[in-house]
């Protein structure tokens, strides 16, 4: 039986099992909370066939398959980890044929548009958090400026830049990929009120003491500040990266410059956000 390892990993060498090795080089250079994802899905995986990579069949993954439950788009990633796992095996000739090939991915409907909150919830988000500097500050940052809970929770006050009256913001984003998010003048002053002296180089988003603000925390400051601003959606931290793309594309935004900031690694996922927006329609624009 395979246990779930930890964040590091053993040295990769001929010694391993051949699941651990294939597993280990296959996660080699991949960022935190992307292995971690992927080394749960591909052991959930082993665990339910009881038989090593090298000798798995597509039957195999199709009764996998027929016994997942829950959203259409978790089973989908779940499925892709291992499709991606078997044809890393193949591809440096551990396995002499990619059996996850031929597994089909279930239809995942795009459903974007029911996480898009309008400008004016938004809005009505900050002004019910306006007693807390730092909860209405990293409300105003994620939809600002796109960014990822973690990214968020992960900044200190060495990835601020002072640039004239405003900065940039430099984040660590998917993939150990980092980028630099220009942040509004408003946005910018919110953010050095959080720090408590000039020299202070710490977290940005504080918990207890001066211990970095937890993604769940982080969380909860959103879904309670959604509630009181009267929104009926259960809204999560990406709502807003989600509402950062669709409200710039929306007021003429180049999406190239989209793309940039929430860290896209093609225009073919921004331009999901050109196709999200359920008031639009080219039956607006017609007489009729």
């Avoid at 590091?8 to 960022?31: F, K, N």
């Avoid at 002499?96 to 548009?113: I, M, Q």
């Avoid at 938004?122 to 990214?151: F, N, P, Q, T, W």
Wanted: glycine fraction near 6%.
């Amino acid at each position: 039986m395979l246990a779930v390892s930890t964040e590091r990993h053993p040295v990769i060498s001929d010694a391993l099992p051949t699941d651990e090795r294939i597993l280990a080089m296959w996660l080699h250079g991949r960022g935190i909370h992307t292995k971690r994802a992927y080394e749960h899905d591909v052991r959930l995986f082993l665990r339910w066939v009881g038989k090593p990579l090298t000798i798995a069949r597509l039957e195999d993954l199709q009764n996998y398959s027929d016994t997942l439950t829950g959203a259409p788009a978790s089973i989908s990633r779940r499925l892709s980890a291992i499709k991606s796992i078997l044809t890393f095996a193949a591809r440096i000739g551990i396995t002499p044929v990619n059996v996850g090939a031929a597994l089909r991915l279930p239809k995942n409907p795009n459903r974007l548009a029911e996480r898009i909150i309008s400008e004016s919830d938004v809005h009505r988000m900050l002004a019910a958090c306006e007693k807390s500097v730092r909860d209405h500050a990293l409300i105003r940052l994620l939809y600002g400026c796109g960014l990822r809970i973690s990214e968020a929770c992960g900044l200190t006050f060495t990835s601020l830049h002072a640039d004239k009256d405003s900065g940039t913001v430099t984040v660590l984003g998917k993939g150990e990929k980092t980028r630099t998010i220009r942040a509004s003048t408003g946005t910018w002053s919110e953010l050095q009120q959080l720090r408590p002296d000039p020299d202070f180089d710490g977290w940005v988003f504080r918990g207890r003491g001066n211990d970095a603000l937890t993604s769940s925390a982080a969380w909860r400051i959103v879904r309670k500040a959604a509630k009181r601003a009267g929104l009926k959606v259960a809204v999560s931290p990406h709502f807003l990266r989600h509402a950062n793309a669709s409200h710039a594309l929306a007021r003429g935004c180049p999406i190239a410059v989209v793309r940039d900031t929430l860290g896209h690694s093609s225009l073919t996922i921004t331009s999901r956000y050109v196709h999200a927006n359920p008031d639009e329609s080219s039956g607006n624009y017609l007489s009729v």
